[in-house]
């Protein structure tokens, strides 16, 4: 910590490889970042974002969907546990559930989202194989506030990448992926910073 500023408590939510996990882990070391990441919460038992967040020795949480009987039920422990770690921010990175309306209406504001298009193109899965059946020429990644509808809450940052002859699905995620793991620490940034905010229904960007 550096000029006695504290640093946002953020959760980041995974499911699978962690990249973005990952990249947010490695912008929350530098000691001048203006958030920690206090706590990962993953979904889905032997993921490899788990092992990123112990090499990175911050607390994780295996909460398995499968031991819950209903989606609140699910998300009433991810709550609790976000809670009891005093979490000011939460980053989605690849959690590939569906949060209920009651969970993001408690997280309003606090509660991010990162997806591999330039949105309100392409939300939902298959983003990559849908642009390139599209003929679309350009691509890319949206930081967004979370909403209860899918992928269709107010941007935050969006980067854009050119998609170019001889692309197939892996060339294309893999120029996006690039674009996610440089907006996704400065979204977090922009928060911690207070540059951005979602209050009321309404984003502001300040400056
Ligand atoms: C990323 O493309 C992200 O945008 C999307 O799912 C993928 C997760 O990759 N929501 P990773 O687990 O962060 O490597």
Known sequence: MTGGHRRLRVAVLASGRGSNLQCLLDACAAPDFPAEIALVVVNVPGAHAIDRARQARVPVTVIDHRDFASREAFDAQIDRALGEARIELVCLAGFMRLLTPGFTAAWAGRLINIHPSLLPAFPGLHTHRRALESRAIAHGCTVHFVIAALDAGPTIVQA???????????????????????????????????KVKFEGGKVTVAG
């Open 160 to 194: 854009e990448v050119p998609v170019l002859p001889g692309d197939d699905e892996d060339r294309l995620a893999a120029r996006v992926l690039v674009e996610e793991h440089r907006i996704y620490p400065q979204a977090v940034r922009m928060i911690a910073e207070g």
